[in-house]
């Protein structure tokens, strides 16, 4: 049974940092790239991020650039989401999803765990 | 503002057929796969249309999506016939965009039941 689980998201200060987790089981983690994508509180789904099968490319929304690093230990089926300089408009719920069809990007996500809570407040 | 232009609300009665639509360009749906979610608060997005017009298996066939015909098509639409009250939620399109290098989302369709 596929199963994404994601952990790490809280309560955290503008401009600190926090790192989220996604611990996958039943598939080949190895095979797929990965993506980050997160619902702020009244707004749509917004895509945050991708990582290649390998770790060794990564593509990122304009809005994340620069302040998030998306990376993934195969040996350890997770992925992670590093977020630094956090501002109040990143407070979203944060989702890692699994696409459809390896290995490229254009597949679209059709596993997705249930998400962490992130709150960026002073 | 979505890269993926949808409208953000489709109202319907029970039984009533509904349509999404979903608008591009040549750099994304208009080269890509278009997928479709639909979305319950407090819960993860469940793939509802994979490549176009593909449903994943345990998904009713009320729910069906077409990309218009040419090859150079820049839309998408998402219909659902049959409308039932448990199909109240957020639907999104989406498609990977070349020129972006990024996953882009529509900003979501609110559907109701009246």
């Known amino acids: 049974q596929v199963q994404l689980v994601e952990s790490g998201g809280g309560v955290v200060q503008p401009g600190r940092s926090l790192r989220l987790s996604c611990k996958v089981s039943g598939f080949r983690f190895s095979s797929y790239s990965m993506h980050w994508v997160r619902q702020a509180p009244g707004k749509g789904l917004e895509w945050v991020a991708v990582?290649?099968?390998?770790?060794?490319?990564?593509y990122y929304a304009d809005s994340v650039k620069g302040r998030f690093t998306i990376s993934r230990d195969n040996s350890k089926d997770t992925l992670y989401l590093q977020m630094n300089n956090l501002r109040d408009d990143d407070t979203a719920v944060y989702y890692c999803?699994?696409?459809?069809?390896?290995?490229?990007?254009?597949?679209?996500?059709?596993?997705w765990g249930q998400g962490t809570t992130v709150t960026v407040s002073s | 503002q979505s890269v993926l232009s949808q409208p953000p609300s489709a109202p319907g009665t029970p039984g009533q057929r509904v349509t999404i639509s979903c608008s591009g360009s040549s750099s994304n749906i208009g080269s890509y796969y278009v997928y479709w979610y639909q979305h319950l608060p407090g819960t993860a997005p469940k793939l509802l249309i994979y490549?176009?017009?593909?449903?994943?298996?345990g998904v009713p066939d009320r729910f069906s999506g077409s990309k218009s015909g040419t090859s150079a098509s820049t839309s998408a639409s998402l219909a659902i016939s049959g409308l039932r009250s448990e199909d109240e939620a957020d639907y999104y399109c989406a498609a990977w965009d070349d020129r972006l290098n990024a996953w882009v989302f529509g900003g979501g369709t609110k559907v109701t039941v009246l």
């Open positions: 490549r176009n017009n593909q449903r994943p298996s």
């Open positions: 990582i290649a099968y390998d770790g060794s490319n990564e």
């Open positions: 999803a699994r696409p459809e069809e390896f290995p490229y990007y254009y597949y679209g996500m059709n596993v």
